[in-house]
């Protein structure tokens, strides 16, 4: 007796593969993996396109989002597009200054900040100079820096304590009462808002203390377990390159012989800083130098020291 080994003879209902009709099986659409492929790519090119600060904006757009403040970023791409156009001297760029004012005034550090950048591309505005003034007092070290940074655009001497502090180390305080739970160590560099110490508050609530500026954590004044009052210094940040390369810079443009020990101590070469600050450190006395000699003082303002 012969086996047979067929199984569509045992199962008249199983058609074999060699059978199928493929003419007539349906087919998988592919539209869905292509629209969820499509999203993948034109999701992230919408956020793109909504906040990437190089898209222009209609002059409607600018308003709109100047008159925001809920959305801090709308508000600083507005305000870079009115930077764009007061360096390309659009006459029409002065309708937005009114609203840059105000912006100067906001409760955001980040659009205060962005808001004296904006202001001092527009070197000819006396309102600009006084709030850019104003701002030189702002309770934010950085909105202060970049204050001080506009009104050198000014020509504007005022600005020279600013510029020297930048060059200097920065004390971090504490800014409520608490008990320290971890710091960071000595030698960490951190950007601005990274977090250097944890309080424990009233209630054992969390109270992060974060740094104001970018910098290197030169030495802490805290350990764990250490009580502290609002006020009381936790660290101090060695200036951070970029802050001391500017402010050599501008000091080039307005410094007076009292800035130059501060000065010279980078020209003499400080530990951690590339070669580019030594050499602008230099340049910045002879330029100082020079200028003291010639008696010659980029606007008629007194000394201010």
Do not use: C
């Not at 009709?21 to 592919?30: G, I």
């Not at 980040?110 to 701002?135: I, P, Q, Y």
């Not at 007092?137 to 820096?145: A, G, K």
């Amino acid at each position: 007796m012969t086996k047979n080994t067929s199984t569509a003879n045992h199962h008249p209902h199983v058609t074999s593969p060699a059978t199928v009709d493929t003419k007539h099986a349906p087919r998988r659409s592919p539209w869905p993996l292509a629209v969820v492929a499509a999203l993948f790519i034109i999701i992230p090119f919408i956020f793109w396109y909504g906040t990437w600060f190089g898209r222009a904006l209609t002059n409607g757009e600018i308003e709109k989002y100047l008159a925001d403040e809920s959305k801090p970023r709308y508000v600083q791409h507005a305000l870079s597009q009115v930077a764009e156009r007061i360096a390309r001297n659009e006459p029409s760029v002065e309708r937005f200054y009114p609203r840059v004012l105000s912006v100067s005034e906001s409760a955001s550090t980040d659009l205060r900040m962005t808001a004296a950048w904006v202001m001092g591309e527009e070197h000819k505005s006396e309102e600009f100079r006084a709030a850019l003034l104003r701002l030189l007092n702002d309770r934010e070290p950085i909105v202060r820096r970049n204050a001080a940074l506009a009104l050198v655009r000014f020509g504007d001497r005022r600005s020279r304590p600013e510029l020297r502090d930048m060059l200097r180390p920065f004390t971090v305080t504490a800014q409520a009462e608490g008990t320290i739970v971890s710091a960071l160590l000595p030698g960490a560099y951190v950007k601005r808002d990274t977090k250097l110490t944890r309080l424990k508050g009233k209630d054992d609530a969390p109270l992060d203390v974060r740094s104001p500026l970018a910098g290197m954590v030169e030495h802490t004044s805290v350990k764990e377990g250490d009580a502290v009052r609002a006020g009381d210094g936790i660290a101090m940040l060695a200036p951070d390159a970029d802050s001391v390369w500017e402010a050599l810079r501008a000091l080039s443009v307005v410094g007076a012989s009292e800035d130059l020990p501060e000065v010279e101590r980078y020209a003499g070469g400080v530990e951690g800083m590339p070669a580019r600050i030594k050499q602008q450190a230099a340049l910045t006395v002879e330029a100082v130098k020079r200028r003291e000699s010639q008696k010659t003082l980029p606007i008629d303002q007194p000394s201010m020291n």
